[in-house]
């Protein structure tokens, strides 16, 4: 399973040296060094306004506070996160289904990350379905199946072409006829500019209501790290289309604007549920304010899942 220190080398390496300063500090905090964190902030993609804040309090508690410099940045930069937790499957409440929607743009990663939560579901002692309602591409439900296979979990799709919002409404059937309780959605990839496409979107949920009209209990749009402040854009456009209740971040591993993740919670309101560490299928993990605060740091005492 890979870490959270490994998974965010490349965003800790653009901040380490400045980072480093500030930990070297007595109770004087000058204006240079304040500067030069908050620049390599911005590079690390945090927001400007958000590094401006952390500067603030910074500052503020290095007059007031008898901790080391390292605890007081480590406290502010957790606390930038609010009252979140990631999110993770517990034992069913009732006889009911739980279904989750995965939305996203192509290349986001929607397709492995829906088959890493039904593992994740199944590790907890749920049983899982997949459906795959990206119909859009003959590559995407291939690539569903294989994972399926490959971690022993059902999947319900559809030809090429067909119609997702069936494929949708058919998944939801089957779960209820084979005594699953979670139903993990994948949608096609779209981009956020298209209205055919996000039209189709509202389509796929209705129809998911119509089956259940509570569901879907958990709408989660999929994020590319490797995009930082680019991302925010599609969240907005996808929760107008399809009301959104979280954020899953992949390929974390492989991004140097990891600090992009601090303005999920700040300037859209949405809780990030889960992030991806690499490739294996363990690898997909509930997100972490302390965990990824740590990592960022380098701290030694960081999580390793």
């Not at 400007?48 to 500067?55: E, F, G, H, N, P």
Request: glycine letters at 8%; proline letters at 3%.
């Amino acid at each position: 399973m890979a870490s959270w220190l490994s998974a965010l080398a490349r965003t800790r390496e653009k901040i380490s040296g400045a980072i480093s300063k500030v930990f070297s500090l007595g109770k004087k905090l000058d204006n240079a060094t304040v500067e030069e964190l908050e620049t390599v902030l911005l590079q690390a993609d945090v927001p400007l306004r958000i590094a401006t804040d952390v500067m603030a309090k910074l500052n503020r508690a290095f007059k007031s506070s008898s901790e080391k410099p390292s605890e007081i940045l480590r406290k502010i930069l957790i606390e930038e996160f609010g009252e979140q937790g990631g999110f993770k499957f517990g034992a069913p409440a009732s006889e009911s289904l739980q279904v989750i929607l995965l939305v996203g743009i192509n290349g986001s990663g929607k397709t492995t990350t829906a088959a890493k939560l039904a593992h994740d579901a199944k590790k907890a002692g749920r049983k899982p379905l997949l459906g795959a309602a990206d119909t859009f591409r003959a590559a995407g439900s291939h690539q569903l199946q294989l994972w399926a296979h490959r971690l022993g979990i059902d999947v319900v799709g559809g030809a090429t072409g067909a119609d997702a919002a069936a494929v949708a409404f058919d998944s939801i059937k089957a779960a209820q006829s084979r005594g699953c309780d979670v139903l993990v959605i994948d949608t096609a990839g779209r981009m956020h500019t298209k209205l055919p496409l996000m039209t189709e979107l509202q389509k796929v949920a209705r129809a998911i209501t119509k089956k259940i009209p509570s569901a879907p209990h958990e709408t989660w749009i999929v994020l590319d790290a490797s995009m930082g402040q680019n991302a925010l854009n599609q969240v907005k456009q996808f929760h107008e289309a399809s009301p959104l209740t979280g954020v899953v971040i992949t390929k974390l591993d492989g991004s140097a604007k990891a600090g992009f993740l601090f303005a999920i919670n700040q300037d859209l309101k949405l809780p990030i549920r889960f992030v991806g560490l690499g490739e294996q299928a363990d690898d997909l993990v509930p997100f972490g304010a302390d965990e990824f605060v740590d990592a960022l740091l380098g701290n030694e005492s960081s999580y390793k899942s």
